[in-house]
């Protein structure tokens, strides 16, 4: 089965701005200010819904030994922080029926 190549940044900021006959310019704007109201809502909140989209939430990581590819030398990596994203029913239900 063939590769399906996904678009780039810019060929959805078109795809974009085709559907909606604004600029995409502003179009550029809107999601560089989502961007930042959503990591600023995920560092309060922990957790943010988009819409119809998904689910965003904030996930603790605990500190583990890691393997540097390098030198092969055992480096411990500290706890931290990753965003995971959990697709909405209404979403993967749209792909669905799309098949």
């Known amino acids: 089965m063939a590769k399906i190549k ?3 940044a810019a060929e959805y900021l078109k795809e974009i701005a085709d559907e909606t006959n604004l600029k995409v310019q502003d179009i550029r704007l809107v ?3 989502l961007q930042k109201v ?3 809502e995920l560092a309060t909140t ?3 819904r988009v819409f119809d989209i998904g689910k ?3 996930v603790a990581t605990k500190p583990r030994l890691g393997i540097n590819p ?3 030398e055992r480096i411990q990596i500290p706890a931290g922080k990753k965003v995971k994203f959990t697709v909405s029913k209404i979403l993967t239900d749209a ?3 799309h098949k």
């Open 31 to 33: 999601i560089t200010s």
């Open 46 to 48: 922990g957790e943010v």
């Open 56 to 58: 965003f939430r904030l």
């Open 38 to 40: 959503l990591a600023k």
């Open 70 to 72: 390098k030198t092969k």
């Open 95 to 97: 792909v669905d029926s």
């Open 6 to 8: 996904s678009l780039s």
